[in-house]
């Protein structure tokens, strides 16, 4: 089985800044994408960025030059960088992967748990 453990969530005042971490671990396994989603209450689940296997980032609108995604291939983790944050950024956020274990023969979507962010005004 995969692991998703997200870590850096928290309370911050409009304009801060913070930094989520999630790591994958458990069975032999590739990342083929992994990201971050947001949900906030009464909200669809959105993606907020997202990193392939040859670094290529996508980022919502919403979030894009304000947050930076980065990604450790050898340590199998992944980071957020949210820096101007909003009251709107308020949300659960969710690490999501897209990872293929070995002896499987297609790639399966896993989850973190998912961290607070709570940004007040």
């Known amino acids: 089985q995969v692991q998703l453990v997200e870590s850096g969530g928290g309370l911050v005042q409009a304009g801060g800044s913070l930094r989520l971490a999630c790591a994958a671990s458990?069975?032999?396994?590739?990342?083929?994408?992994i990201g971050w989603y947001r949900q906030a209450p009464g909200k669809q689940r959105e993606l907020v960025a997202g990193?392939?296997?040859?670094?290529?980032?996508t980022y919502a609108d919403s979030v894009r030059g304000r947050f930076t995604i980065s990604r450790d291939n050898a340590k199998n983790t992944v980071h957020l960088q949210m820096n101007s944050l909003k009251p709107e950024d308020t949300a659960g956020y969710y690490c999501?992967?897209?990872?293929?274990?070995?002896?499987?023969?297609?790639?399966?979507?896993?989850w973190g748990q998912g961290t607070q962010v709570t940004v007040s005004s």
């Open positions: 999501w992967a897209y990872i293929l274990k070995d002896g499987d023969r297609r790639p399966t979507d896993y």
């Open positions: 458990g069975s032999t396994f590739s990342i083929n994408a």
């Open positions: 990193v392939t296997g040859d670094g290529s980032t």
